[in-house]
């Protein structure tokens, strides 16, 4: 092979250089654009993978669940009156540090969730990737804030909670940052929770944006479908505030995690 023939092989491989960097950019781009738009398919798949895992409620009715993580916060009452003003309800995934961070005022502001229709889910006692924790730590944590949890149902109803009467609270975790490992649904399993992640995910912790977080829920919502966002974040109220009168205006109630599984099949 003589140097015009290695130029010429050069010359080709700087050509082609470009279109790989396209492809890449491509490739990446619709990687992106699966995270945040999931094809349904995909939560389908989901669904019979991990069966003990709710993604979403197969129902014909327009019923959305609306799901709200790491409060309580400066935040949640407004939030709560929003909801009340679009009659709307929700499941709150508290964090137990959250709670005892706001002393009294935490717990009154539990007891005013229930006392208004929503309900409290379990979403551990810190801020953090529930994945990562020991397996002894993790159940520490659930346990923790089941006793938040049954203490606030408590004081709404008047009785002791417990599974076995009529006025035992929901069991529901979401584990912190929504990855979950097979041991993790054992242990959850075992402690009598169902673990909760869902269907229509704004990445509102990431984008502080209301209209684009409010836009991107209306073109995911679908009958069945479970809508996580997140407490203690300015930009949660003009989010709700716009969104929830936008749904209803589309046919669609607005309700927590145990009424929505209500509607399964139907």
Known sequence: MNVSQLTEIDKRGVNMLPLLVLLLLLVLVSLVYTVYYPPFWIIQYFQRRWPDVLWHVSTSEKVIALTIDDGPSVY?????????????????????SHVSNMKEEGDKILQE????????????????????????????????????????????????????????????????????????????????YKLVLGDVYPHDPQIPFAKVNAAHILRMARPGGIIICHDGRSWTLPMLRSLLPELKRKGYRVVNVTELLKYASS
């Open 76 to 96: 949640t009452a407004e939030i709560l009156e929003i909801l009340k003003a679009n009659d709307a309800t929700a499941t709150f995934f508290i964090i137990g």
């Open 113 to 192: 969730l229930i006392r208004s229709g929503n309900e409290l889910g379990n979403h551990a006692m810190d801020d953090e990737p529930a994945y990562k924790l020991p397996d002894d730590e993790l159940v520490s944590q659930i346990n923790q804030v089941d006793e938040i949890i049954r203490k606030a149902y408590e004081a709404v109803n008047g009785v002791s909670t417990t599974v076995d009467n009529d006025t035992a609270f929901p069991r529901y975790y979401r584990p912190g940052s929504g990855w979950f490992t097979t041991k993790m649904r054992n242990i959850v399993s075992r402690l009598g």
